[in-house]
């Protein structure tokens, strides 16, 4: 199983930066996709970011040309680095991998815990 787990979460007055990582062993050599979501009190759940096992990403139109995901096979982590926050950014965020066309089936829907964004106005 690839269990992921996250950290950089943080609190940003708005307009400010923050790199999210998720560190999920094994997510190279599986060849997994990753996604990022995230979740403000009292709301669903929103998907944010996609990064598939080519290195293609996706993102959510709120965030697209303000976040970029990206990884790293060494040591195994997907970063989310969020640029010119708002106040609605605020959520806790989480990773999950998910199996692509080149993926192993070990990929599928493993969760890390979450990581909390604050931005204040």
């Known amino acids: 199983q690839v269990q992921p787990v996250e950290s950089g979460g943080g609190s940003v007055q708005a307009g400010g930066s923050l790199t999210l990582s998720c560190t999920a062993p094994g997510f190279t050599a599986n060849r997994c996709g990753m996604s990022w979501y995230r979740q403000a009190g009292g709301k669903p759940r929103e998907w944010v970011s996609n990064?598939?096992?080519?290195?293609?990403?996706q993102y959510l139109d709120s965030v697209r040309g303000r976040f970029t995901i990206s990884k790293d096979a060494a040591p195994d982590t997907v970063y989310l680095q969020m640029n010119s926050l708002k106040p609605e950014d605020t959520a806790m965020y989480s990773c999950k991998t998910f199996r692509d066309m080149k993926s192993n089936p070990t990929c599928d829907d493993n969760w890390g815990q979450g990581t909390q964004v604050t931005v204040s106005s």
């Open positions: 990064i598939l096992s080519d290195g293609a990403s």
